[in-house]
């Protein structure tokens, strides 16, 4: 495998960290407005790039007071706040390491994440509080911010575990070192347990760059997010693409269908990113016709959307292994529709029929077939270092050659442009969120009375899909089986991850090597559908 990024190579962050970054917006463009907050409810805030400077060196100050040293893994599990970028901005500037963890994550998972990586405190919300407390036990102390999300709080926190109680004098600037550790996010795979996806601080600022370069994006800009900011998406295409060239990022709790457009008015906002999910629930209402959009950002290029949101549609494809898109449309030449675009310039991209086979020893695809997706880049610079605590994992997503198996299936166009197939890796898209197969059937093969299972999609018209679990019953199940399966997930697993079904059946279809055969419960949802 070809070996990481060693601190002996030049690249173009030698010698920088994302701490110089923020340094040196705030020098550039420091009565600039960075984030803006905009709330469900409540009044919103301005932070301008002096000011988000400030506060995360006052709280990089704080967080040393509480012991956090270089290489510390602090949890951040928050949804979408002013104080989930100050906490993961203020670890940059440490050297500590910002975990950020899925705001619906199930305790089970908490517990998990924070076990795994060995967090030395945490920081959430008051409605996650007594939760991830319980849940994580290992932590040495808990910070918890002034509302939830934008809400006004059921409970305020006490003075000594506030957030705002993160504040000390500013510590100095560590030396730069782009290869130190920056974050980690937990992303679903074929492993019963999610694997943690560990970015050095070169990463961070490849992915400010590159996102910035593919996006077009300008110092006038002004960027929309509302995808989980715990999210690749969000963090990087959005907000480190802002950094990068001096923009405005937006922040919204969540996607909002009503308040979409007032907001996108308010702030004149020229760019956003998109999933299925949100161009659906936009679709109803009326398009302002004097919006100021430029450009979204899709998993597809120009869809037939376009004419009616009067909005050009990037498509890309990308991965939180990737930082950035690895497969990006044209933001000055005609994109062809419902592609994802092309190789990114910065990648290089392989298209084979065999997934099992080092890249140079496979059957490349020509135009007009599918196939597995492979990418090559540089660890810890365009693709991330490791999986965290894991070498197995590490070793085994990479071929001899350094290509990173990807686990998804393009279709290669005739005219070269590729198109997004399916995902080898048994996966599923739940409103935008990936989900591991195997981590629901892990919940229900613990369930009494369960002999075999097996979790598959069923497609869903806003959700694009959902997980439907196909329960065998041992010999003495009880009666009830469903439902106690149905209670463990709901008990061990992010609502988004619970089956929408839960379906006892006498037999499972067997493929070869007595595998159960997924294809055929897929195709039986799927006449369920089209007989309904």
């Known amino acids: 495998m070809r070996a990481a990024l060693s601190r002996q190579d030049l690249h173009p962050f030698s010698g920088l960290d994302v701490a110089w970054l923020v340094e040196e917006r705030a020098h550039s463009r420091r009565d600039h407005p960075f984030i803006v907050w905009e709330p469900f409810v409540g009044a919103g805030c301005t932070i301008t790039y002096g000011a988000f400077h400030q506060r995360i060196r006052r709280i990089a100050g704080g967080l040393v007071r509480r012991g956090v040293a270089p290489g510390d893994r602090v949890l951040i599990h928050l949804e979408n706040c002013p104080e989930a970028l100050l906490a993961w901005y203020a670890c940059a500037w440490i050297g500590a390491v910002a975990v950020t963890t899925n705001a619906r994550a199930s305790d089970d998972e908490l517990s998990y994440y924070a076990d795994h990586c060995g967090a030395v405190g945490g920081i959430t919300q008051p409605k996650f509080a007594e939760r991830v407390a319980a849940s ?14 934008g809400e006004p709080a059921a409970r305020a926190p006490d003075a000594a575990s506030r957030f705002d109680a993160l504040d000390g004098e500013p510590p100095p600037r560590r030396a730069p070192d782009p290869l130190h550790p920056c974050s980690v996010q937990y992303t679903s795979g074929t492993t019963s347990r999610p694997k943690a996806v560990l970015w050095t601080h070169a990463n961070a600022l490849w992915g400010a760059r590159v996102n910035a370069a593919h996006e077009d994006l300008r110092a006038d800009d002004v960027h929309l997010a509302y995808l989980p900011l ?15 060239v001096g923009a405005t990022c937006v922040i919204q709790p969540r996607f909002s269908a009503s308040r979409f457009w007032p907001v996108s008015l308010a702030h004149r906002c020229t760019w956003t990113s998109l999933i299925p999910f949100c ?37 890309w494809w990308g991965m939180t292994e990737t930082i950035t898109h690895g497969i990006v449309g044209s933001h000055c030449l005609p994109n062809v529709p419902l592609s994802i675009g092309r190789p990114a310039p910065e990648y290089e991209i392989a298209i084979v029929e065999s997934a099992g086979a080092p890249v140079r020893e496979a059957r490349h695809v020509e135009p007009g077939g599918s196939g597995h997706l492979f990418i090559r880049g540089v660890r810890g610079l365009s693709l991330f270092k490791e999986y965290l605590g894991n070498e197995r994992a590490t070793r085994e997503a990479f071929d001899a050659d350094g290509w990173f198996r990807t686990g998804d299936r393009v279709n290669l166009l005739d005219d070269g442009s590729i198109q997004f197939g399916d995902r080898d890796k048994d996966m599923l898209k739940v409103g935008g969120e990936n989900v591991a197969a195997s981590e629901v059937e892990r919940v229900i093969l613990a369930v009494a009375g369960v002999h075999e299972c097996a979790v598959v999609a069923k497609k869903h018209a806003m959700l694009d899909e959902v997980p439907v679990a196909f329960v065998l019953p041992a010999a003495d199940a009880p009666p009830d089986l469903a439902r106690r399966v149905a209670a463990a997930c709901a008990a061990q697993l992010a609502d988004f991850k619970q089956p929408a079904e839960v379906r006892l059946v006498d037999s499972l279809p067997r493929s070869t090597l007595e595998k159960i055969a997924k294809a055929e419960l897929r195709r039986r949802l799927q006449e369920d559908a089209g007989a309904g």
Do not use: E, I
């Open 136 to 149: 994580c036990r290992g932590l040495g102390w808990l910070a918890v911010t002034a509302d939830d999300g």
């Open 230 to 244: 715990f999210h690749t998406n969000a963090q990087a295409y959005s907000v480190l693409a802002c950094l990068w």
């Open 279 to 315: 161009v659906k629930a936009l679709l109803p209402l009326d398009v302002p016709p004097a919006h100021h959009y430029r450009w979204w950002g899709s998993a597809v290029s120009a869809p037939p959307t376009d004419a009616h949101f009067n909005v050009r549609t990037m498509g």
